[in-house]
Every structure is written in structure tokens, then in C-alpha cells.
């Protein structure tokens, strides 16, 4: 069972659904802060192929314990980042569409703008039929996007935790790094100043102009075609559904990769930012910082991979 918290003023409240939120503050204080070292390859392709290779070594480690056919739970990531591992998935299943990889695997999205016709092109979901090939989704065991049509933004987030629940958490969390004011960034939609917490599973967040921006201006500069009516409707909605902290931290590996500096040039020292920070001990000042700058939460986990091209971590 989820517990419902919100965060701030009744209007513009940031709304969290946790399990045993209690225990966040000794949660906090039992994770090893770790530092993250980022893999340079150098090019988005070789990025592709190493968040393929990265899929496979997880399904070949899971069948060996479990079984061949045993699931693969997935959190995909939209825009930029993984456009080249979409490529590679996409192209193996137009290859066959019984490729046994792709048919264990089980399929969620991380986070969704709403109000949202799934039918929009700047709607996750279609971008990733644009990128896989509606072929991709009838091959795979499951796919549990957020429905951002229904009329309630909480319902949608807890039918995904709900499911992601009963899949019993992620093999592969596929993340990004998104960049904010002062260098500040977001996981997923994770937002700095939302008061997500290390128990908080998934949420519903008020949107801003600036996120609407950058979801708009990632999606044109991967290659989606938007239409003024299309833009029009995007800026109308009025909430992110998203996963948290939880799901993020639950997950059994974290594959980030971070290729876009070109087109988004603040992530360059948001990204260094993480890689910098000394995390406090404190459980207290720990969770502050972690909710001013949300990219931190990938130095709590104890497998991730981040790869990134050169010029990220050019001065």
C-alpha cells in the first residue's frame, strides 16, 4: 500500500505516494554515499552500444538465476539519451519479431507530462513508437506507460507504481540527467524544491514554463516533428507524473547516459556538480540536498553506470 503525501500550499502542492515513510530519515542515513565515475565514450552510437550491452549482460545474469524466460523490468528514457539504444531495439525486432531479449522484456515509463493525448508527438510514449516501431510494443511482454488522458494524474501514478510493484522493481533504470538553475538537475522528473524523499515511490508535481521548454525543445532537437497545435496543447498541461526516489534507488542497476550537452549546454555543469558534491552524513542535511539538486540520488546507489560523451566534462 502507497501512503499519500503532499508537499506545500493546497494549489500548488507536490504530491508523493511512499511506503513507510517513518522510516525515510533511517533509510537516508543507512545509504553509502559513493562516487560517481562517469564512462567517456565517444560517440552517441558507442553510447548505444554500451546501454545494449549493458541490457544483455542483465538478461543473461537473470536467466542464470532464474530461468530463460524470466522478465526483464525496464524504466525507458525519453528524449535524447537513448535515442541510439531505441535505434538498436527497434532494428532487432524488425529482424525478429521473436527475439527472445525483447520478448522478456517488461516495459515502464519514468515519467509523463498530463493532462496529455497519448497520441501527441511530444507525448513519451509516441516518440518511443517513432524510435522502436510500433512492432517494439506488441513484441514485449508488457508495457505500462502513464495514462496521462485519465482525469486524475494521482490515479495514473499509483496504476504504474502499482504495477511496477507486482513486477517487483527494475532490473535497469535507463536514466538521464537533467539540468536546472544553478547548476542545480533533475532524475526522471524529480524536480529540485519538490520534497521527494527516499521513501516516495512515484509523484505528481505542478509543471512550470521551464520544464515545458526543455521537454519541447529535447524532443524537436531529436528529431520529432511539432506542430504548432501539437506545442499548443503540450503548454496547457498542468502536471509531471513521475517516478521517485524509491523506484530509482530500488532499481537493481542504474544505466545513465548523458549525450545531448550540445543542444543542452547548462548540463555540462549541473553534471559536474554531482560529480563534485560531498554528501552529508546527516540524514537531515542529506535529504536538503538531495532535494535541492535531485541528480544527486544517483551517488546512493551501489551499481550505476553513467556514460557520457567528451564534452561533458569539458570546462
Known amino acids: 500500500m502507497f501512503i499519500r503525501r503532499a508537499v506545500g500550499p493546497d494549489d500548488t502542492a507536490n504530491v508523493w505516494f511512499a511506503r513507510d515513510p517513518e522510516q525515510c530519515n533511517v533509510l537516508l542515513a543507512e545509504r553509502l554515499s559513493r562516487p560517481l565515475e562517469p564512462i567517456v565514450l565517444e560517440s552517441e552510437e558507442a553510447v548505444g552500444d554500451a546501454m545494449l550491452e549493458e541490457l544483455e549482460r542483465v538478461a543473461a545474469e537473470k536467466a542464470e538465476r532464474e530461468g530463460p524466460n524470466a522478465a526483464i523490468c ?49 507525448s513519451f510514449v509516441r516518440d518511443f513508437e517513432r524510435l522502436l516501431g510500433n512492432e517494439f510494443f506488441r513484441c514485449v511482454r508488457s508495457f505500462i506507460p502513464f495514462d496521462t488522458e485519465i482525469l486524475s494524474p494521482e490515479a495514473s501514478a499509483l496504476r504504474s507504481l502499482e504495477a511496477l510493484d507486482a513486477a517487483g522493481g527494475l532490473d535497469i533504470f535507463f536514466l538521464g540527467h537533467g539540468p536546472e538553475a544553478n547548476a542545480a538537475s533533475h532524475l526522471a522528473y524529480v524536480k529540485p524544491g519538490s520534497g521527494a524523499r527516499v521513501c516516495d515511490w512515484g509523484g505528481v508535481i505542478p509543471i512550470s514554463a521551464s520544464i515545458l521548454d526543455h521537454h519541447i525543445s529535447k524532443f524537436k532537437a531529436g528529431g520529432s516533428h511539432v506542430s504548432a497545435e501539437s506545442e499548443r496543447e503540450c503548454r496547457a498541461a498542468r502536471f509531471i507524473v513521475t517516478l521517485g526516489p524509491a523506484a530509482i534507488l530500488g532499481a537493481k542497476r542504474i544505466v545513465q547516459s548523458v549525450v545531448d550537452v550540445s543542444t543542452a549546454p547548462a548540463k555540462r555543469a549541473s553534471y559536474r556538480r554531482v560529480l563534485e558534491t560531498e554528501l552529508a552524513s546527516d540524514p537531515t542535511d542529506r535529504a536538503q540536498q538531495l532535494d535541492d539538486n535531485p541528480g544527486l540520488w544517483v551517488r546512493l546507489h551501489d551499481d550505476v553506470r553513467s556514460y557520457v560523451l567528451p564534452d561533458v566534462l569539458n570546462e
Open 74 to 122: 525496464i524504466a525507458l528514457l525519453g528524449g535524447r539519451g537513448a535515442q541510439a539504444l531505441h535505434r538498436r531495439l527497434g532494428a532487432r525486432v524488425a529482424k525478429n519479431r521473436e527475439d527472445p531479449l525483447v520478448r522478456r522484456l517488461v516495459v515502464f515509463t519514468q515519467d509523463a507530462l498530463a493532462p496529455l493525448a497519448m497520441a501527441s508527438p511530444l
